[in-house]
């Protein structure tokens, strides 16, 4: 599993990391953790949709 990426704010725990696993099926690629060692898993077009909307600004009120 390769990092790509850690949203780390001012937290006082772990911080939120995003992580693509190339060896897991297809529908389990992105995965991402937060600093409470929950995981969630999605597809790269799953995972598409929020990060596009990132990218254009739409989740910026968040």
Do not use: I
Not at 6 to 27: H, I, K, Q, S, W
Not at 32 to 43: A, H, K, P, W, Y
């Amino acid at each position: 599993m390769a990092q790509v990426a850690v949203f780390c704010g001012n937290c006082d725990r772990g911080c939120p990391t995003l992580y693509m696993d190339e060896a897991a099926p297809a529908d389990r690629r992105v995965v991402l953790t937060d600093g409470f060692g929950q995981r969630v898993r999605m597809s790269v077009e799953q995972f598409r949709s929020p990060a596009e909307k990132a990218k254009a600004g739409r989740l910026d009120h968040v």
